[in-house]
């Protein structure tokens, strides 16, 4: 099949998007394990594009069980350029108000318990990382924000995502934490994708749908699942009309993205001494290097 540039990952209430034609669902291996879901092909405005539910399309995996890897090594696979992440976040500001969204900037990893590289086994190589959205990116995505004039969404560009191990939301204690490091929002899953694409050389952001204050606000009754529920489903009619605009923009003018070489100086391994085999699992992602 012809290489798809444009990829989507859905977060909590975005399993699937109603607006794309043309679908085909497509089951891949990866040397890491298959995704969380298959992933679905198909054309936005004619725009060819794959989309994938991160949890699953019945959310059947906790942040911590995603295969962040194989998502991201299926989405190389297919050739995307351009990935963009829809996700549930928890505001740690009062100005980012539930049905908010935000484009972050930065992250911070409290996770614990995952991979978060594709870099092993004889092979080394360490990206940068300082600036870990792509600001091509994410100024389209903002763009395509402020131009559909959404009911009761604020923007917010730039901001830095709290990213937590999760299950459970934050104690009191940690969110206080979080505010007072000059966070925007919480959230449990982009902080790891975002480090493995660009390790695969995929420009990468974040749209993160303000669901909640987290448990810090005193005005405000603590997280609750049904609380996130109602507001997942509003944001998720949003969401789709944002990535649909910024679909059409990509398409017709990619920008260029440091991202797309972002390995070019970041393999300390001479590939010519590196385990055969362990070039053979990266061959997606090192092809151009090879």
């Known amino acids: 099949m012809n290489p798809i540039h444009i990829g989507i990952i859905g977060g909590s209430g975005l399993y699937q998007m109603e607006a794309l034609t043309d679908i085909e669902e497509i089951s891949l291996d990866t040397p890491f394990g298959s995704p969380s879901d298959a992933l679905i092909t198909g054309k936005l405005n004619g725009t060819p594009v794959v989309f994938l539910?991160?949890?699953?399309?019945?959310?059947?995996?906790?942040?911590?069980?995603?295969?962040?890897?194989?998502?991201?090594?299926?989405?190389?696979?297919?050739?995307?350029?351009?990935?963009?992440s829809a996700s549930a976040v928890g505001s740690l500001q009062a100005e980012a108000k539930p049905l908010d969204m935000v484009i972050p900037d930065q992250f911070i990893d409290r996770t614990q318990?995952?991979?978060?590289?594709?870099?092993?086994?004889?092979?080394?190589?360490?990206?940068?990382?300082?600036?870990?959205?792509?600001?091509?990116?994410?100024?389209?995505?903002?763009?395509?924000?402020?131009?559909?004039?959404?009911?009761?969404?604020?923007?917010?560009?730039?901001?830095t995502y709290v990213c937590m191990e999760g299950p459970a939301f934050s104690t009191q204690a940690e969110s206080n934490l979080y505010r007072s490091w000059g966070a925007m929002v919480i959230g449990?899953?982009?902080?790891?994708?975002?480090?493995l694409a660009r390790e695969a050389e995929i420009a990468y952001a974040t749209l993160a749908l303000v669901t909640d204050y987290d448990c810090w606000h005193p005005d405000h009754d603590h997280?609750?699942?049904?609380?996130?529920?109602?507001?997942?489903?509003?944001?998720?009619?949003?969401?789709?009309?944002?990535?649909?605009?910024?679909?059409a923009k990509l398409a017709a003018n990619p920008p260029v993205s440091e991202a797309h070489q972002a390995l070019k100086y970041a393999i300390l391994t001479p590939l010519d001494k590196a385990p055969a085999e362990t070039k053979a699992k990266l061959e997606v992602i090192l092809r151009k290097y090879l």
């Open 223 to 247: 997280v609750t699942v049904e609380m996130i529920i109602d507001h997942l489903h509003r944001n998720a009619h949003n969401a789709q009309q944002v990535i649909q605009t910024v679909v």
């Open 53 to 84: 539910a991160r949890h699953g399309r019945h959310h059947h995996l906790t942040p911590t069980e995603l295969p962040f890897r194989a998502n991201i090594h299926a989405m190389k696979q297919l050739g995307v350029e351009y990935l963009i």
């Open 113 to 159: 318990h995952r991979k978060a590289t594709f870099f092993e086994a004889g092979i080394v190589a360490h990206i940068g990382f300082g600036h870990p959205v792509c600001p091509e990116l994410a100024r389209l995505l903002g763009d395509a924000v402020e131009s559909l004039n959404l009911p009761e969404v604020g923007l917010h560009r730039g901001g």
């Open 188 to 195: 449990m899953t982009n902080l790891t994708e975002a480090k």
